[in-house]
């Protein structure tokens, strides 16, 4: 059974930095991300529906984090599939940071930490997991507009996981914490 890929790689006016995608985002953190109309009264952020005019590759990647996870090798059909790889590594590292007892203060600050550090890997850097599948940003200002990008990915990811893993109230959810440990594509961030 293959892994699932982006509905998003059929998106023809998605800037792409490298050879990966800015997609618009349905988002409330400030970056250079176009905004999507918000979500309509009534409707929950833990489950938007694809056909939505409000859905974004967030939404995508925190759906396919958990079907994705037990692949090892993933096809990379286009620049949306790279935003969903690095969107799902991210998850990743933030649930690796949830500790079963945490309360969601706790985990609050711990995950937007994470989110908030400026100083990750983006693709070209040396300590980037995924080098030999993303090209690197053509000069310095691709460069910069990715990084502010891929932070503004981070933030939003961060809010609306937490959103998820806590929605039962101040214990996490056993059901997303058992994805502490997996690793997608052997590979972490």
């Not at 396919?64 to 090798?73: I, K």
């Not at 070209?124 to 460069?143: H, I, M």
Request: proline share 7%; with cysteine.
């Amino acid at each position: 059974m293959p892994a699932y890929h982006s509905i998003f790689e059929n998106e023809s006016d998605a800037r792409i930095i490298g050879n990966i995608a800015l997609l618009p985002l349905r988002t409330r953190t400030r970056g250079p991300a176009y905004q999507l109309p918000s979500l309509a009264s009534g409707t929950s952020d833990l489950d938007v529906d694809p056909d939505s005019e409000s859905y974004d590759a967030l939404d995508e990647v925190l759906s396919l984090f958990r079907a994705n996870t037990f692949f090892r090798n993933f096809e990379i059909k286009g620049p949306a599939d790279r935003l969903l790889i690095y969107g799902i590594l991210f998850v990743s590292d933030c649930l690796s940071k949830i500790k079963p007892s945490m309360p969601s203060r706790e985990a609050e600050k711990a995950v937007m930490t994470l989110a908030l550090d400026n100083h990750f890997a983006i693709p070209g850097d040396p300590a980037f997991p995924l080098n030999q599948s993303y090209e690197k940003p053509r000069d310095r200002n691709e460069a910069e507009l990715l990084r502010q990008y891929l932070g503004q990915v981070r933030q939003e990811l961060a809010i609306r996981l937490l959103a998820r893993v806590y929605a039962g109230g101040s214990a996490p959810s056993k059901w997303w914490l058992c994805f502490q440990k997996r690793r997608f594509m052997g590979k972490s961030l």
